[in-house]
């Protein structure tokens, strides 16, 4: 079975510029999420999808992060403008129902961004 | 305001050796916890889990602890093998609210 796919793994942009991130889940998963990690942190979440509707996104900052979840398959999270502060691995993640937290999470490997 | 810590940043241990890994967390309401593993360039994966029904949970060589008084959870590897090393998150959880992760321990077992 394919696990979560990330693209592109790597990303190096300049500051102002935009970037969009993919992702496609675990087949039949139906809740996806949005992590940010930054170096020497753990994972934060984002956003969560349960299929197709945005659940929680209270930590996605508005104003220059979206996402969306087309059809309640895969993922795009976009940055616009991107800043320096937002060079930090993206990761993805989904589980099968819609128990919430207590559900396994399964980790996509990442999309490292680093902003000039 | 940290809700998961994990205090040691590194830990090495010999093969064959037990690793302790340690975490603890502020929020009482938390009442489901997880450890994951994380290998470098690569995500997160989860190794094992734990109600606050109870205080022990093992499969194979991991078992986690749980003390609910002290806010205390370890991760107990026995016996450490060299394929162990890899950075480890604890996680925690209330209810359906998002889990919150420490900062991760760094393994390294040594042959």
């Known amino acids: 079975e394919a696990g979560v796919v990330q693209s592109p793994r790597y990303k190096i942009i300049e500051k102002k510029q935009p970037v969009a991130f993919w992702c496609n889940p675990i087949?039949?998963?139906?809740?996806l999420y949005w992590y940010l990690q930054n170096l020497g942190q753990g994972p934060e979440l984002l956003i969560r999808y349960e299929n197709e509707e945005a659940v929680d996104d209270s930590q996605l900052p508005k104003d220059r992060f979206s996402a969306e979840r087309l059809k309640g398959v895969d993922s795009t999270l976009k940055i616009q403008p991107a800043e320096l502060g937002d060079s930090a691995v993206y990761l993805c993640?989904?589980?099968?129902?819609?128990?919430?937290?207590?559900?396994?999470?399964?980790f996509g490997p990442g999309t490292r961004l680093l902003v000039l | 305001d940290q809700q998961v810590k994990q205090n040691s940043p590194s830990l090495s241990v010999q093969e064959g050796r037990i690793s302790i890994l340690n975490c603890d967390y502020t929020n009482s309401m938390f009442d489901y916890f997880l450890w994951y593993k994380k290998y470098p360039a690569e995500g997160p994966t989860f190794l094992i889990s734990i109600s606050s029904i109870k205080d022990k949970n093992e499969d194979g060589r991991f078992t986690v602890f749980l003390n609910k008084s002290a806010k205390h959870l370890s991760l107990h590897i026995v016996p450490s093998q060299p394929g162990d090393s890899a950075v480890y998150f604890c996680?925690?959880?209330?209810?359906?609210?998002?889990?919150?992760f420490g900062k991760g321990t760094r393994l390294s077992v040594i042959a």
């Open positions: 996680a925690a959880s209330v209810l359906n609210t998002p889990l919150v």
């Open positions: 993640a989904s589980s099968v129902g819609l128990a919430g937290a207590q559900e396994t999470q399964y």
């Open positions: 087949s039949g998963h139906n809740t």
